[in-house]
C-alpha cells in the first residue's frame, strides 16, 4: 500500500510539474504579443508563416482570400493618390481614361471633382489633430502601400457613392496592386482589410458590410496576435512620445488653447523663423491646404536646442503651454515654454528634436497672400478638425475663430501697401527696430513691425529708419502677431505683421 501511495505521489509531482510549462506555451502562442507582425505587413502584403497562433497554427493572409468583382452592383473608380491624410482618409483624382472603370464627371462634382476617401470598416489612431499610439504607423502603413502601387481602384459598399456625415467624404475601400506586380484584376489586394489583418485599426462598423465575414476575420486574428493597436499597453510605439505630453497638431492646439493651458504638449511643425528668444512652427493642414503657426520660447538656452530650433528645420517640439501677457491688458498670446535637447541624452522623451520632412510639405514658409480686410475683420472662420468621443469613434468638431486669431503667428504675405508713418523703438530690446504704418488701396491700416533692426545692404554701418521707406509701395512677407504699442489703440491696429528679416521687405517703386 505505501508503494502504491508513493507511486501514486510521484505521478502527481510530475504532472504538477509539466503543467507550468504548457500553461507557458499557452501564453507564447499570442504571436509574440504584438512585438512581431504578419507577413501582411510586408509590401504586397506576403505571409510569413513565422507568426503563429497555438503553437502550429500559421498566420492567414485573409487579403489574398478576398477578390476585385468588377461586374457587382458596387461602384468603382480607378484612382491615383492626390494628397495623404492619415492611415484612414486618402484623397484621390480620378483616372478618366482607364481600362477597369468608366469616368463619370458628375459623380464627383459635389467635391471639386477629386475623391475624399474615408475606408470603409476600419478605425485607425489618430495621427493628425490629437495623436495617439500606433497613429503614425497606421498612417505610414498606407502611404507606402499606396505609394508604391500600380493601380488603384475605390469601391463603394452598395450601389451608389456614399458619402459621410461630413458631407465631403466618401466611404469606400481601397483596392491597390503591389508594386512589380502585373496590373489584373486578381492582382488587386484589399487594403482595408491588409490594415485590419495588420492589427493597425479597430472596428468600425467592420461586420455590417459587403465583406464584413472576411473583414472581422482579419480584426480577430489581430486580435489573437495582439498586434499593435491590441498589444499590451506596456508595448511602445517608438513613433509616440508618452513621456506625459499630450500628442497633437498644431491646427487642433490652436483651436483648443484654453483646454491645454499649462499642460505639456508635443507638436511639429516647420521653423519658419526665429528672434527673441523664439521660434515659429508653421503646420500644414493637409486637410485644408491650410498652414496653422505657433510661437515656441527657448529662453536664453544655447547649444544644442539651438541647432535643433533652426529655421528651415521641421521639428518634434515637446514643452508646456502658457498665456504670455506682458501688458496684463488680457490682449496677450499663447506660446510654448519649457523646450530643451539635450545631446547626452538624446532618447529622451522630453528632448525636441529635428525630424523628417512629412510627404507634400515645403521646406519653405507658406506665405499665403492676405488682405488687411481678412486680418483685421471680426468675422468668424471655421477651424474643423478631427478627435474622437467618449466611444472612440471618429468625429469632426468645428470652432468658430477670428480669422487673425486663428491664423496667429502663421506666415502670411501683403501686396501692394503704401507706407504711411512708423517710428523707430528708442530704447530697451526694442531699440532701433523699425514699425511701419500701412494701408491698402481702400485705405485701410496694419502696421508692420520689424523683428529687429535691420542695416542697408549698401552700407552695413547704418541702420534703416522710417523714411527708408515712407511713401513707398511694398510687398510684405511675415508673422501675423497680436499687437501690443502705446502709440495705437488695440482697436485700431489688433493684429500686426511681424517681417523676420529686411528681405521680406520688396519695395516696388
Keep these: 500500500m505505501k508503494k502504491l501511495f508513493k507511486s501514486l505521489l510521484a505521478l502527481l509531482c510530475a504532472v504538477v510539474f509539466v503543467l507550468p510549462v504548457l500553461a507557458g506555451c499557452g501564453e507564447n502562442s499570442g504571436g509574440s504579443q504584438g512585438n512581431e507582425t504578419p507577413g501582411g505587413n510586408q509590401q504586397g502584403g506576403e505571409t510569413s508563416g513565422g507568426n503563429q497562433q497555438g503553437g502550429n497554427q500559421e498566420t492567414v493572409d485573409y487579403v489574398s482570400e478576398l477578390h476585385l468583382d468588377l461586374s457587382s452592383n458596387s461602384k468603382k473608380q480607378e484612382v491615383k493618390v492626390r494628397l495623404y491624410i492619415d492611415g484612414d482618409t486618402t484623397h484621390f483624382d480620378p483616372v478618366k481614361t482607364s481600362k477597369f472603370t468608366t469616368y463619370n464627371a458628375s459623380d464627383f462634382a459635389k467635391t471639386d471633382g477629386y475623391i475624399k476617401a474615408r475606408y470603409l470598416a476600419v478605425n485607425t489612431p489618430e495621427s493628425t489633430g490629437h495623436i495617439e499610439k500606433w497613429g503614425k504607423k497606421a498612417s505610414d502603413f498606407t502611404y507606402e502601400h499606396l505609394r508604391d502601387a500600380e493601380a488603384i481602384i475605390v469601391e463603394s459598399d452598395d450601389e451608389k457613392w456614399n458619402i459621410d456625415s461630413t458631407g465631403e467624404r466618401y466611404t469606400l475601400w481601397i483596392w491597390y496592386v503591389p508594386d512589380g506586380k502585373e496590373v489584373t484584376v486578381d492582382n488587386f489586394r484589399n487594403l482595408n482589410v491588409e490594415i485590419l489583418q495588420n492589427g493597425l485599426a479597430t472596428a468600425s462598423n467592420t461586420a455590417n458590410n459587403r465583406y464584413g465575414d472576411i473583414a472581422m476575420a482579419a480584426l480577430n486574428q489581430a486580435k489573437a496576435q495582439r498586434l499593435y493597436v491590441f498589444a499590451p499597453a506596456s508595448k511602445k510605439d517608438p513613433n509616440f512620445f508618452e513621456g506625459g505630453a499630450i500628442e497633437m497638431d498644431i491646427k487642433y492646439l490652436r483651436a483648443n488653447l484654453e483646454e491645454y493651458i499649462d499642460k505639456a504638449v508635443r507638436v511639429e511643425g ?14 500644414l493642414d493637409k ?5 496653422y503657426g505657433f510661437p515656441v520660447y527657448y529662453g536664453f538656452q544655447s547649444g544644442e536646442i539651438l541647432r535643433v530650433l533652426t529655421p528651415g528645420n521641421y521639428v518634434s517640439v515637446r514643452g508646456s ?6 501688458e496684463k491688458n488680457g490682449k496677450g498670446t499663447y506660446q510654448i515654454s519649457g523646450v530643451k535637447a539635450d545631446p547626452y541624452y538624446p532618447n529622451d522623451e522630453g528632448n525636441s528634436r529635428v525630424i523628417d ?5 515645403s521646406k519653405t514658409p507658406a506665405y499665403k ?5 481678412r486680418l483685421l475683420s471680426t468675422n468668424k472662420v471655421n477651424v474643423t478638425f478631427s478627435t474622437t468621443d467618449e466611444d472612440g469613434e471618429d468625429i469632426t468638431k468645428s470652432v468658430e475663430m477670428v480669422y487673425a486669431e486663428a491664423y496667429l503667428s502663421t506666415t502670411v504675405c501683403l501686396e501692394n501697401l503704401t507706407v504711411v508713418d512708423g517710428y523707430v523703438t528708442k530704447s530697451g530690446d526694442s531699440k532701433d527696430t523699425i514699425t511701419l504704418y500701412c494701408t491698402d488701396a481702400n485705405g485701410k491700416k496694419i502696421s508692420i513691425r520689424m523683428a529687429e533692426p535691420f542695416y542697408d545692404p549698401d552700407d552695413p554701418e547704418r541702420l534703416l529708419g522710417k523714411e527708408d521707406f515712407l511713401d513707398k509701395t511694398v510687398n510684405i512677407k511675415g508673422l501675423i502677431e497680436a499687437y501690443y504699442a502705446d502709440k495705437v489703440s488695440w482697436d485700431t491696429y489688433p493684429y500686426q505683421i511681424k517681417v523676420p528679416a529686411l528681405d521680406c521687405i520688396e519695395v516696388l517703386d
Design 369 to 373: 497672400t492676405t488682405t488687411i480686410d
Design 357 to 361: 520632412l512629412p510627404e507634400g510639405v
Design 321 to 326: 503651454v502658457n498665456f504670455f501677457d506682458p
Design 270 to 283: 516647420l521653423i519658419t523663423a526665429r528672434f527673441s528668444e523664439s521660434v515659429y512652427l508653421e503646420y
Design 287 to 291: 486637410e485644408t491646404g491650410n498652414t
